[in-house]
């Protein structure tokens, strides 16, 4: 996972997608922009992103929720 900040709070958060297909999924986490996505760091490290990341890429789509760094298809997801 990286995340992009230049100074201040997060920008960015970019990962690979855990359907493993291989590509790239970027989130937004400036509260100026839309869609806002908001990224929480538990105490032991372990990430929750708000809300649920709905990739769309042609036929597929990758519907997740990253709880607590678990991850949890939504069932509309077409993998
Ligand atoms: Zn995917």
């Known amino acids: ?15 690979k997608c855990p ?3 291989g ?7 400036d509260q100026g922009r839309r869609p806002t996505w908001t990224l929480t760091l538990s105490p032991k490290g372990k990430i929750t992103i708000a809300p649920s990341i709905d990739y769309l ?19 509309d997801s077409i993998r």
């Open 1 to 15: 996972m990286v995340l992009v900040a230049s100074g201040g709070p997060p920008k960015w958060v970019g990962f």
């Open 19 to 21: 359907c493993g297909k």
């Open 23 to 29: 590509h790239d999924v970027l989130l937004n986490l």
């Open 57 to 75: 890429d042609g036929g597929r789509r990758c519907h997740f929720f990253l709880r607590k760094s678990k991850i949890l298809w939504a069932k």
